[in-house]
């Protein structure tokens, strides 16, 4: 799907556990300029419904699943988050509805921006208008 993809994180096992590195413009393809979790949140209840105009992100699942749907004007996927070594990135102009957290479940998220609510799409007819793909212009 057009600016999204799962990204895999290497894994360091030993006796001890499992470490995972996440490093700024290595592992993530970006600056990471804010770092935010989402936690506590009952199992019905959806997240997310925006998109952004410049901001990159990657969630991860640090404990728990989550499901993430995905949409452009043209496409929508699903996807799963169950495994702290595996990121879903999503760049400008993709609308994401984060939904059926389990029980306990952390998303952690990396952001290549400062909040900044002029960023954001809150509404979907506003996103489809504004989408570039929608225009022609990708």
């Known amino acids: 799907m057009y600016n999204t ?3 895999r994180f290497k894994i360091h096992s030993d006796e001890y ?4 590195p996440v490093e700024s413009g290595i592992d993530i393809p970006f600056e990471i300029k804010r770092v935010y979790y989402i936690y506590n949140v009952l199992s019905d209840v959806t997240r997310g419904l925006h998109s952004h105009n410049k901001l990159h992100q990657v969630l991860i699942a640090l404990g728990g699943s989550v499901k ?3 949409k452009t004007p043209s496409d ?5 988050l169950y495994d702290p070594a595996e990121g ?3 760049g400008p102009y993709v609308w994401r509805e984060m939904f059926d957290f389990s029980a306990g479940s952390t998303l952690l998220v990396l952001a290549s921006e400062l909040y900044d609510e002029n960023d954001y799409i809150r509404d979907y007819c506003e996103y489809v ?3 570039p793909l929608e225009r022609g212009k990708i």
Do not use: P
């Open 129 to 131: 208008r504004k989408n």
């Open 17 to 20: 556990g499992r470490l995972t």
């Open 5 to 7: 993809g799962i990204m």
């Open 88 to 90: 879903l990135y999503i």
């Open 68 to 70: 993430i749907r995905i």
């Open 76 to 80: 929508e996927q699903v996807i799963e």
